[in-house]
């Protein structure tokens, strides 16, 4: 990833902002998924900083906050955690095909308490009578998706069944997911790489094989069809996609390209894509 240096980086944004004059009145609504939470309110805020144009973030489970957004009928900005959402909202027309833009880029992993203290070293460890596992509920949120669909591939039936007896709770979001190992309610999640960054003194990232992960997840936005101003709308996307946007998401440590993620990984692997979560996985 090209990045200006800080000094150059910040001289441009707040020159381009000077350039045009701020309007207090100005505001924009965008629903996201919690798997870019950090990174994203970081981001709005400089964006209204440079500009003066207030960012309302709606936050929450990729698929809840999309029907939010439809039930609504208003946001000018739909930035899901993962590519399974935004599917689903150009499928629906929820979004302008066009203007989709890829963010940064997400590889699952365990995440478990700083010092993993139940010792865990391998997927395989989460059928352990005794342990409590905790995934983002897979019917709404993107981190459940994956969850998911690495259990599918890689458990036998009775390995999957051992995980869900383990399972002691669906989170309602990546950000409620990565908090319940924070407060200690689980032993381990299946959720993203970048948890452990969120809060590193408490939450500790175990890698998973390259073999056992089946893709690398990305995080993209669009301007929604409901959009009020879609060259305000587009004016946000742009920042986010630009190097003052991607500069926020390298300093929370998500990965700026595909080709990063397989390098962390140690494999390249297919990039994107949706997973059809089977019906038995949608009411535990």
Known sequence: MNLLPGTL????????????????????????????????????????????????????GSGYVLSQMKLARRGDVYFPGSSDYMEKAKRDGSVLPDSERVIVHLVPAIAVQKGNPQGI??????????????????????????????????????????????????????????????????????????????????????????????????????????????AAAQRFVDFLAGPEGRAVFARHHYFATAADAAAWLGAAKPVGGEYAVPSDWLAK
């Not at 629903?31 to 964006?47: F, H, I, M, N, Q």
């Not at 983002?136 to 690495?150: L, S």
């Not at 056992?212 to 959009?227: D, E, H, L, M």
Request: glycine fraction near 6%.
């Open 121 to 230: 070293r391998s997927l395989q460890d989460l059928t352990r009578p005794g342990l409590r596992v905790a995934i983002a509920n897979p019917e709404g949120v993107c981190v459940g998706v994956y969850a998911v669909e690495i259990v599918e591939r890689e458990f036998t039936p009775d390995q999957k069944a051992a995980f869900r007896r383990n399972l002691i709770n669906y989170a309602e979001s990546c950000e409620k997911t990565a908090t319940v190992i924070s407060l200690r309610m689980a032993d381990a999640v299946l959720g993203w790489s970048v948890f452990e960054h969120w809060d590193p003194e408490r939450i500790e990232t175990v890698p998973l094989p390259a073999a056992q992960i089946p893709r690398i997840g990305y995080i993209p936005v669009a301007i929604s069809t409901f959009a009020k101003d879609r």
């Open 9 to 60: 980086a910040l001289f441009a944004l707040f020159a381009g902002a000077c350039s045009k004059p701020a309007d207090a009145s100005a505001s924009l609504v965008a629903y996201v998924g919690a798997a870019s939470k950090p990174a994203t309110e970081a981001a709005a805020r400089l964006y209204e900083q440079a500009t003066g144009t207030r960012v309302e973030l709606v936050f929450g």
